[in-house]
C-alpha cells in the first residue's frame, strides 16, 4: 500500500479577512521516485462563517469527479484525540480521511473519519484456545480419577479420552502457528478459509467519524465491521451450527441406545457443567476462607474473625445449595451401576430373569429420586459388546425406559446424609466463634440449645482460639472434600455419556462452535473497548454499565440462499453464545502497554473478559466497576439480505430463517428495553436531535419485523438508530465486511449527518458517493484485495437497493 504524506505552504491574505491553506499532495513511490499528484486548496475559517457572500467549495478533481474530501493520511499520530495512548494500546494503524460539507443554513460541517485494526483480533483468539486446551486437559483428567469402570464403560472412556487428545493437538497446531504470524493486526478476507486462521475473526476495523459543526459540540459514531463469525474452513455444505445442533439432539437418544448409556437433556448436561462450575470456583475459595479463619482465631482478631465467617458461611452456603439438586444424586447412582462390582452383583442375582435395573421402579419414600423422562438405561456389559462404529444405532439390543433405574445396592440416602454434614460443621464453628467471641467480650450469653452446647463443651472454652477452632475447621473442609469428590465424579458420569453418545458428531460441533464463539467474542470484546474507552467521563453512561450493562447490537447482510444460510445459522449461534460472557474492569498493574491488553477466562459455558484501565482512569470510574462488578451484554442480531441471492431466497426460496431471527431478537432488544427504563433515568441516555423516542421506534421495528416486505432494510436503520439512543454498540457485518458492510457503512454515516447534523439533502449523494469513492472502506478494500473495487457487477447491483449502490468506477469483477 502507497504511503501518502502531505508539505503544507501557508500564505495569508489580509484584505479578505480570511487564511487559505495550500495542501499539496505527494504520493510516495519508491524511495527514488516522487510524483505530485494534484493540489486541493483549502479554506480555514471560523467554523460556519461565509465570508463575503461567497461559498467555497473544497473539491479534488479526481478522476474527474467532484470530491468534498479535505485531507487524507494513511498514519495516525500520539495526538489523535481518536487515537491517543489508551487507545494506540489496543487499536493500531488508523486511516484517517476528512471531509467538509455544507449543512441547510449554509454553514460548514467538517466530518473526520477513521478506520483503525484491533489487536484483539489476534489476542483473544490466541487466549481462548488456551482456555480450551486446558478445559479438555482437566476433562481428561477427571475422566481418569473416575475411577475403576466396567469393561464397557472403560472402552467408552478410552476412545473418549482419544478424541479430547486429538481435539487438544489439534488446537495446539493452532496455537503454534497464530505465535508465527507477525504483521497487520486482522485477518483480509481472502484468508477466511485458511485452517490456521479460522479462529480469528474475519476483517475486525473500527469505523469512528467525528463532527464538528457550528452550534454543537463534536459529535462522534462508532461502528465495528467485521465478518460474519461462521466456520468457512469447514464450510457449509450441511448447513450451519443451528442446523445441524437440532439434527445432533434429535439424533443423539438413538445414539444413546446404541451406546448403552442414559440420554440427559440438554438441559441437564448445562446443569451437570453448572454444577462443576460453581464446584471449581467455591471449593477452593471455601478451604482458603477456613485458612483465614484460623488466621484470624490465632490473632485473636475479632473484626477478622467475624468478616471471615460471614464469607466462608455465605460460600458454604452456596456450595450447599448448588448440589442439592436431584441431577447429582441420580448421576451418582449411575456411576455406581457403571462398576464393575455391581456387574458381578447382579449377573448372580438375576439369571434367567429381567435385571432389576431395567424394572420400572417406583419411589418407596418421598426423598427418592423421581422419574426422568429423557433417560435411557446404562447396562453394564462386557466390553466385547460396545457398538463399533460401524453398527447402526438399530442394531442395539437395549429398549428405552422411562426413569434411571434403582438399586437396592445403593443407599440413596448417604448422598444426603453426606452434603447435610456440611451444614452441621459450618453451624459448629459459628457456634464455637459466638462463643470466643462472647467471652472476649466479657459477655457470656445464656447457654444455646442442647446441640450445640455439646459441640462447644467437647472444646476448652479457656484455650486458644485456634486451638478450639482447628478440629471443627479440619472437618468442614474434609466434609466439603468428599461432597466436592462427590458431585464431581457423577457430573463427570454425565458429561462422558453426552461424548459418549455424540461421538464424533458431537466433538466436532464443539470445535465448529468454538471457531464461532472466537470470532464473535473477538468482535465484542473490540466493540466494549473502544466504548468503554469513549465513555470513560460520561456518567450516565457509566451508571448504566452497571446498573444493566450494554447491548450490542449486530447488524448482518446475509441472504438466506446457498452457502450464506449456514453463515447465518453459524452466526446466530456465535452471536446468541455471547450470553455467556460478563465484562469486569480492572486497574492496571502499570501503563505499559502489556498490562493493558484484556484477559479472557473461564470456561465454555461461561467466560469473563477483564479489561485493565491506567490508575488514572480506574480511579474516575464509579465504585461499583472498581469493585468488579460483572457487567452484563445483551447481543442481538438482526439479519436483512439485499443482494441478488436475497432476491432469489424471497421469490423461490425460504427466508423464515431470517424472520424467526429477526422476531426472536426484536423480543430481547424489547426486553432489555424495559429493563433500562425501570432502573436507569433518561438523562442517561444520549442526546439526539430526532424527536421519536426510543418506544416509538421499538414500536415501528417490532411492525416492520412482522411484515412481509421484501428486502426491508427499515429494520437494520430502526436497530441502528435505537441501539445508539441506548448506548450501545454497533456492529456491520457481511460475509466479508469488505463490499456491503461499506455500503451500509457510508449510508449509516451519511444518514446520521442528514439527521442529527444538518447536512444539505442536496450534499447527501454526493458526501455518501465520496465516502464510497475515497473514504477508509475503499481503503479497507485496498488492504483486503489489494485493488480498489468493491467486488460488485452491474447485475448484481441491479437487485440491490438503491441506497446501497456504489458510484461508477468504484466496483467490477474482483477476487473478494
Given at each position: 500500500m502507497?504511503r501518502?504524506?502531505?508539505s503544507?505552504?501557508?500564505t495569508r491574505?489580509?484584505?479578505?479577512r480570511r487564511?487559505?491553506?495550500?495542501w499539496?499532495?505527494?504520493i510516495?513511490?519508491?524511495?527514488?521516485?516522487?510524483?505530485?499528484?494534484?493540489?486541493?486548496?483549502?479554506?480555514?475559517?471560523?467554523?460556519?462563517?461565509?465570508?463575503d457572500?461567497e461559498?467555497d467549495?473544497?473539491?479534488?478533481?479526481?478522476?474527474?469527479?467532484?470530491?468534498?474530501l479535505?485531507c487524507?493520511?494513511l498514519?495516525?499520530?500520539?495526538?489523535?484525540?481518536?487515537?491517543?495512548?489508551?487507545?494506540?494500546?489496543?487499536?493500531?494503524?488508523?486511516?484517517?480521511?476528512?471531509y467538509?460539507?455544507?449543512?441547510?443554513?449554509?454553514k460548514?460541517?467538517?466530518v473526520?473519519?477513521?478506520?483503525?485494526?484491533?489487536?484483539l483480533?489476534?489476542?483473544?483468539?490466541?487466549?481462548?484456545?488456551?482456555?480450551?486446551?486446558?478445559?479438555?486437559?482437566r476433562?481428561?483428567?477427571?475422566?481418569?480419577d473416575?475411577?475403576?469402570l466396567?469393561?464397557h464403560?472403560?472402552?467408552?472412556?478410552?476412545?473418549?479420552?482419544?478424541?479430547?487428545d486429538q481435539?487438544i493437538?489439534?488446537?495446539?497446531?493452532?496455537?503454534e502457528?497464530?505465535?508465527?504470524?507477525?504483521?497487520?493486526?486482522?485477518?483480509?478476507?481472502?484468508?477466511?478459509?485458511?485452517?490456521?486462521?479460522?479462529?480469528?475473526?474475519?476483517n475486525?476495523?473500527?469505523?469512528?467519524?467525528?463532527?464538528t459543526?457550528?452550534?454543537?459540540?463534536?459529535?462522534?459514531?462508532?461502528?465495528i465491521?467485521?465478518?460474519?463469525?461462521?466456520?468457512?474452513?469447514?464450510?457449509?455444505?450441511?448447513?450451519?451450527l443451528?442446523?445441524?445442533?437440532?439434527?445432533?439432539?434429535?439424533?443423539?437418544?438413538s445414539?444413546?441406545?446404541a451406546?448403552q448409556?442414559?440420554?440427559?437433556?440438554?438441559?441437564?448436561t448445562a446443569?451437570?457443567?453448572?454444577v462443576?462450575?460453581n464446584l471449581?470456583?467455591l471449593?477452593?475459595?471455601?478451604?482458603?476462607?477456613?485458612?483465614?479463619?484460623?488466621?484470624?482465631?490465632q490473632?485473636?482478631?475479632?473484626?477478622?474473625?467475624?468478616?471471615?465467617?460471614?464469607?466462608?458461611a455465605?460460600?458454604?452456603?452456596q456450595?450447599v445449595?448448588?448440589?442439592?439438586?436431584e441431577?447429582v444424586?441420580?448421576a451418582?447412582?449411575?456411576l455406581?451401576?457403571?462398576?464393575?462390582g455391581?456387574?458381578?452383583?447382579?449377573?448372580?442375582?438375576?439369571?434367567?430373569?429381567?435385571?432389576?435395573h431395567?424394572?420400572?421402579?417406583?419411589?418407596?419414600?418421598?426423598?427418592?429420586m423421581g422419574p426422568?423422562?429423557?433417560?435411557?438405561v446404562?447396562?453394564?456389559?462386557?466390553?466385547?459388546?460396545?457398538?463399533?462404529?460401524?453398527?447402526?444405532?438399530a442394531?442395539a439390543?437395549?429398549?428405552?425406559?422411562?426413569?434411571?433405574?434403582?438399586?437396592?445396592?445403593y443407599?440413596?440416602?448417604?448422598?444426603?446424609?453426606v452434603?447435610?454434614?456440611v451444614a452441621?460443621?459450618?453451624?459448629?464453628v459459628?457456634?464455637?466463634?459466638?462463643?470466643l467471641?462472647g467471652?472476649?467480650?466479657?459477655?457470656?450469653?445464656?447457654a444455646?440449645?442442647?446441640?450445640?452446647?455439646?459441640v462447644?463443651?467437647?472444646?476448652?472454652?479457656?484455650?486458644?482460639w485456634?486451638?478450639?477452632?482447628?478440629?471443627?475447621?479440619?472437618?468442614?473442609?474434609?466434609c466439603v472434600?468428599?461432597?466436592g469428590?462427590?458431585?464431581?465424579?457423577?457430573?463427570?458420569?454425565?458429561?462422558l455419556?453426552?461424548?459418549?453418545?455424540?461421538?464424533p458428531?458431537?466433538?466436532?460441533?464443539?470445535?465448529?462452535?468454538d471457531?464461532?464463539?472466537?470470532q464473535a467474542?473477538?468482535?465484542l470484546?473490540c466493540?466494549?473497548?473502544?466504548r468503554?474507552?469513549?465513555?470513560?467521563?460520561d456518567?450516565?453512561?457509566?451508571?448504566?454499565l452497571?446498573?444493566?450493562?450494554?447491548?450490542?447490537?449486530?447488524?448482518s447482510?446475509?441472504?438466506?440462499?446457498?452457502?450464506?444460510i449456514?453463515m447465518?445459522?453459524?452466526?446466530?449461534?456465535?452471536?446468541?453464545?455471547?450470553?455467556?460472557?460478563?465484562?469486569?474492569?480492572?486497574?492496571?498493574?502499570?501503563?505499559?502497554?502489556?498490562d493493558?491488553?484484556?484477559?479472557v477466562?473461564?470456561?465454555?459455558?461461561?467466560?469473563?473478559?477483564?479489561?485493565?484501565?491506567?490508575?488514572q482512569?480506574f480511579?474516575?470510574?464509579?465504585?461499583?466497576?472498581?469493585e468488579g462488578?460483572?457487567?452484563q451484554?445483551?447481543?442481538v442480531l438482526?439479519?436483512?439480505g439485499i443482494?441478488?441471492q436475497?432476491?432469489?431466497?424471497?421469490?423461490f426460496?425460504?427466508?423464515?430463517?431470517?424472520?424467526?431471527?429477526n422476531q426472536?431478537?426484536f423480543?430481547?432488544?424489547?426486553?432489555y428495553?424495559k429493563?433500562?427504563s425501570?432502573?436507569?433515568?433518561?438523562?442517561?441516555?444520549?442526546?439526539?436531535?430526532?424527536?421519536?423516542d426510543?418506544?416509538?421506534?421499538?414500536?415501528?421495528l417490532?411492525?416492520?419485523?412482522?411484515?412481509?416486505?421484501?428486502?426491508?432494510v427499515?429494520?437494520?436503520?430502526?436497530a441502528g438508530?435505537?441501539?445508539r439512543?441506548?448506548?450501545?454498540?454497533?456492529?456491520?457485518?457481511?460475509?466479508?465486511a469488505?463490499?456491503r458492510?461499506?455500503?451500509?457503512?457510508?449510508?449509516?454515516?451519511?444518514?446520521?449527518l442528514?439527521d442529527e447534523?444538518?447536512?444539505?439533502?442536496?450534499y447527501?449523494?454526493?458526501?455518501?458517493?465520496?465516502?464510497?469513492r475515497?473514504g477508509?472502506r475503499?481503503e479497507?478494500?485496498?488492504?483486503n484485495?489489494?485493488?480498489?473495487?468493491?467486488?460488485f457487477n452491474?447485475?448484481q447491483?441491479?437487485?440491490f437497493?438503491?441506497?446501497?449502490?456504489?458510484p461508477?468506477?468504484t466496483?467490477?469483477?474482483?477476487d473478494s
Amino acid at each position: 500500500m502507497c504511503r501518502q504524506c502531505f508539505s503544507l505552504v501557508s500564505t495569508r491574505h489580509s484584505q479578505r479577512r480570511r487564511r487559505r491553506l495550500l495542501w499539496s499532495f505527494i504520493i510516495c513511490g519508491s524511495s527514488d521516485d516522487l510524483a505530485a499528484a494534484g493540489t486541493v486548496v483549502v479554506s480555514q475559517m471560523k467554523m460556519g462563517e461565509i465570508e463575503d457572500g461567497e461559498v467555497d467549495h473544497i473539491a479534488a478533481d479526481i478522476q474527474g469527479q467532484k470530491c468534498a474530501l479535505v485531507c487524507e493520511t494513511l498514519h495516525g499520530t500520539t495526538n489523535d484525540k481518536d487515537y491517543g495512548p489508551l487507545m494506540s494500546v489496543v487499536f493500531k494503524n488508523p486511516v484517517c480521511k476528512v471531509y467538509r460539507f455544507q449543512t441547510v443554513d449554509s454553514k460548514w460541517m467538517l466530518v473526520r473519519e477513521q478506520m483503525g485494526e484491533s489487536t484483539l483480533s489476534f489476542t483473544i483468539p490466541k487466549q481462548l484456545i488456551t482456555l480450551h486446551i486446558q478445559e479438555d486437559s482437566r476433562r481428561i483428567q477427571e475422566l481418569k480419577d473416575l475411577g475403576e469402570l466396567s469393561p464397557h464403560w472403560d472402552n467408552l472412556r478410552r476412545e473418549v479420552i482419544t478424541r479430547y487428545d486429538q481435539v487438544i493437538r489439534s488446537y495446539q497446531e493452532t496455537l503454534e502457528e497464530l505465535d508465527k504470524l507477525t504483521g497487520p493486526s486482522f485477518k483480509p478476507s481472502c484468508s477466511k478459509a485458511q485452517r490456521y486462521l479460522e479462529f480469528i475473526p474475519i476483517n475486525l476495523h473500527t469505523q469512528r467519524m467525528r463532527v464538528t459543526c457550528p452550534r454543537r459540540t463534536d459529535a462522534f459514531y462508532d461502528i465495528i465491521t467485521v465478518g460474519a463469525p461462521a466456520a468457512h474452513f469447514q464450510g457449509f455444505k450441511s448447513g450451519g451450527l443451528q442446523r445441524l445442533l437440532t439434527r445432533y439432539e434429535s439424533e443423539k437418544k438413538s445414539y444413546s441406545t446404541a451406546y448403552q448409556c442414559i440420554y440427559y437433556s440438554p438441559e441437564q448436561t448445562a446443569r451437570a457443567r453448572d454444577v462443576l462450575g460453581n464446584l471449581s470456583e467455591l471449593q477452593p475459595l471455601i478451604s482458603s476462607l477456613a485458612d483465614r479463619l484460623l488466621q484470624a482465631a490465632q490473632q485473636r482478631s475479632a473484626d477478622a474473625l467475624r468478616d471471615t465467617l460471614k464469607s466462608l458461611a455465605e460460600k458454604t452456603e452456596q456450595f450447599v445449595h448448588a448440589l442439592k439438586d436431584e441431577l447429582v444424586k441420580s448421576a451418582l447412582l449411575a456411576l455406581h451401576a457403571a462398576r464393575p462390582g455391581y456387574v458381578s452383583k447382579t449377573q448372580t442375582q438375576t439369571q434367567n430373569q429381567t435385571p432389576l435395573h431395567l424394572r420400572p421402579q417406583t419411589p418407596s419414600h418421598p426423598g427418592q429420586m423421581g422419574p426422568q423422562p429423557d433417560a435411557v438405561v446404562c447396562n453394564n456389559v462386557d466390553g466385547a459388546q460396545t457398538p463399533t462404529k460401524e453398527e447402526p444405532p438399530a442394531a442395539a439390543p437395549l429398549e428405552r425406559q422411562n426413569s434411571i433405574p434403582h438399586h437396592k445396592e445403593y443407599d440413596e440416602e448417604e448422598w444426603d446424609r453426606v452434603w447435610a454434614n456440611v451444614a452441621k460443621c459450618l453451624n459448629s464453628v459459628i457456634a464455637v466463634v459466638d462463643k470466643l467471641q462472647g467471652q472476649d467480650n466479657n459477655n457470656q450469653e445464656s447457654a444455646p440449645d442442647q446441640a450445640l452446647a455439646d459441640v462447644i463443651t467437647s472444646h476448652n472454652p479457656t484455650g486458644e482460639w485456634r486451638e478450639q477452632l482447628s478440629p471443627l475447621v479440619a472437618s468442614l473442609k474434609e466434609c466439603v472434600a468428599e461432597v466436592g469428590d462427590r458431585a464431581q465424579k457423577s457430573m463427570t458420569f454425565v458429561l462422558l455419556q453426552e461424548v459418549v453418545c455424540s461421538i464424533p458428531q458431537g466433538l466436532f460441533l464443539q470445535q465448529r462452535r468454538d471457531v464461532v464463539f472466537s470470532q464473535a467474542l473477538s468482535s465484542l470484546a473490540c466493540g466494549f473497548v473502544m466504548r468503554l474507552y469513549a465513555g470513560l467521563e460520561d456518567k450516565g453512561f457509566l451508571q448504566q454499565l452497571h446498573l444493566v450493562g450494554l447491548v450490542a447490537q449486530f447488524e448482518s447482510l446475509l441472504s438466506t440462499y446457498s452457502e450464506e444460510i449456514g453463515m447465518l445459522e453459524d452466526m446466530e449461534t456465535g452471536i446468541s453464545d455471547l450470553h455467556r460472557v460478563t465484562f469486569r474492569i480492572t486497574e492496571a498493574k502499570s501503563d505499559d502497554p502489556s498490562d493493558l491488553q484484556p484477559v479472557v477466562s473461564g470456561r465454555r459455558d461461561h467466560y469473563t473478559v477483564e479489561v485493565p484501565l491506567p490508575r488514572q482512569s480506574f480511579q474516575i470510574i464509579p465504585p461499583e466497576l472498581r469493585e468488579g462488578k460483572p457487567l452484563q451484554v445483551y447481543p442481538v442480531l438482526f439479519n436483512v439480505g439485499i443482494n441478488e441471492q436475497q432476491t432469489i431466497a424471497e421469490r423461490f426460496g425460504d427466508i423464515s430463517l431470517q424472520e424467526r431471527i429477526n422476531q426472536r431478537n426484536f423480543e430481547i432488544l424489547d426486553g432489555y428495553f424495559k429493563t433500562l427504563s425501570a432502573k436507569v433515568p433518561s438523562e442517561c441516555l444520549p442526546c439526539f436531535q430526532t424527536q421519536m423516542d426510543v418506544k416509538e421506534l421499538l414500536e415501528t421495528l417490532g411492525q416492520n419485523v412482522v411484515t412481509k416486505k421484501r428486502k426491508n432494510v427499515e429494520i437494520l436503520w430502526l436497530a441502528g438508530t435505537i441501539c445508539r439512543r441506548l448506548n450501545g454498540i454497533r456492529f456491520t457485518s457481511c460475509k466479508s465486511a469488505k463490499d456491503r458492510t461499506s455500503m451500509s457503512v457510508t449510508l449509516e454515516q451519511c444518514a446520521l449527518l442528514r439527521d442529527e447534523h444538518q447536512l444539505n439533502k442536496d450534499y447527501f449523494i454526493r458526501a455518501l458517493d465520496c465516502m464510497r469513492r475515497e473514504g477508509c472502506r475503499i481503503e479497507n478494500v485496498q488492504k483486503n484485495i489489494k485493488c480498489r473495487k468493491y467486488a460488485f457487477n452491474i447485475l448484481q447491483l441491479m437487485a440491490f437497493p438503491k441506497c446501497y449502490r456504489p458510484p461508477e468506477g468504484t466496483y467490477g469483477k474482483v477476487d473478494s
